[in-house]
Structures are given as structure tokens and as C-alpha cells.
């Protein structure tokens, strides 16, 4: 269930991640629950993991969140936070938990698009577009917070500060290039071949292995293909070497296998 609080000020304490559990504390947001406490051990919630904030000092973290910071919106498991077309009226940054975006296409049918981590702003290249519409459902996939700002706010923020800006423009341009590769691998015939373009955008020549967001369930849902074939795909380029399969992680054995395919 979604709770709104009205906030005022913040106190100016601690190290970002600190400071963000002593505004959920004060304004009596649960920070106990083992949704957010098991991904806090993972990625310690400081700002910094959020591309908008490469490259500030934990202090500028916290007297921006001073600043700007009015209302924080906690969802919970399964619920559903914008809906596809749904006006963009303020700056969502998810603080903690995980998001999935869903779009529905013209024919009615669902199209997974991502999983969205903490900490990342919803939709940052449809913020201040002429149609500033959200492209997409997103979904809590587990208990999730967002920190609620003005977009004017934000605007003036990006104004005063070179390094918030070139890290917007920068973060819109890798979104672009990501729905690129995503219209490009929809485009593509075979599950194979999806496949390929799916692991290599997840690896690097360098860093051959990634762990899957995705069960095999949700994972056959984004390709838009029945979970059989998924996994009779997977046990195909496995046993020609390609790939090695541990859980959720997946090991790349032959890179240009992959390019080839």
C-alpha cells in the first residue's frame, strides 16, 4: 500500500546512505522490513550508486536531498507505481527495492522491458519532453521508496550544477542507446539470437559472467517465448560450450560464438 508523507526539513547528518534512514526513521517509514534490509546489504544505499550523482561528495548528496526533498512514496510488493501514460509532474527517484517496467502494446499485448535497482530516477528522458507522458507500467517487485521532487526544482538544480547536468545527459544517452539495443533484439527472429545480443550487452570481453535480475520464468516473459524454450535454448549453447550455467549467474565461455550467432 502506497503512503505519502509531507516533509519540511531534513536533518543534516551522516553519510548519504545514513542520511536517508534517519528521513525514513523520523517520517516513520519501516526500515526493518527484510525486503529493504536485504538489499541494503548489497548495495548500502548511498547516492552515489545513482548515475545523476556520479561524481558529487556525500555532503552535496545530503544538502541536495535538503533542498529538494518534500514527500517520500513507499510501495509495496506487486503494486503498481505509474501507470503507462500517466503525466510526469515530478522527478521519482527510486531510494530502495527494485521496480520491473512494462509496456502494453498496440495489439494489448505486455512487453517486459527492464528491472529497474536503487537508486535510479524513473523515465529521466520523458521529464521534460513535450509529451511528458511515462512510456511505461512500472511495478514494485519488492517493498520500494522513492524520494518525490519538483522538476523545476530539478531544473534549477542541473542549472547551478555542471556535473548534475552533463550526469542527466549522460544517463538519457545510455537510455537511448539501451532501447535501441532492445528494439533491435525484439527485431530479431530467432530466440538464439536474442539470446547472444542479451549476454553480450550484459558482459564485456573483459568481465565474462553476469547474474540474471530475472527468473527463468520472467526471463522467457522478456523474450516473449514459453518457458520450454527458453530453457531448451540455454541447454543448447551450454552444451556447445557457449555459455556455463550456475543459478542466476551465466559464465561466458565463447565470445565470439555469441558475435557469430
Known sequence: MKKQIQTTKYPRQGFSHEHLFHLFEKYHIPTDHPD??????????????C??????????????????????????????VVRQGDPIRSVMLLVQGSVRTEMITLEGNVLDID??????????????????NYPVDVIAVETTIFLKISK???????????????????LNADLTLFLTNKLQMISLKSLRKKLATF??????????????KRSRTQLAEY??????SLARSLKEMEDEGIILLKGR?????????????
Request: net charge negative; charged share 25%; glycine share 6%.
Open 249 to 261: 549467474e551465466i559464465q561466458i565461455l565463447d565470445r565470439s560464438r555469441l558475435i557469430r550467432e
Open 152 to 170: 523545476e526544482a530539478w531544473l534549477d538544480e542541473m542549472g547551478n550544477n555542471k556535473q548534475l547536468l552533463t550526469n542527466f545527459l549522460t
Open 51 to 80: 548515475p545523476l550523482f556520479r561524481g558529487m561528495t556525500q555532503q552535496e548528496h545530503d544538502e541536495f536531498l535538503d533542498r529538494n526533498v518534500r514527500e517520500i512514496l513507499t510501495y509495496s510488493k506487486g503494486e503498481i
Open 199 to 212: 549476454f553480450l550487452e550484459k558482459t564485456t570481453a573483459e568481465n565474462g559472467s553476469f547474474v540474471l
Open 36 to 49: 529493504l534490509h536485504h538489499h541494503n546489504q548489497h548495495h548500502n544505499q548511498e547516492l552515489s550508486y
Open 223 to 228: 523474450f516473449g517465448v514459453q518457458r520450454q
Open 115 to 132: 528491472i529497474l535497482e536503487a537508486v535510479i530516477p524513473l523515465a529521466p528522458s520523458f521529464i521534460y519532453g513535450a509529451k511528458n
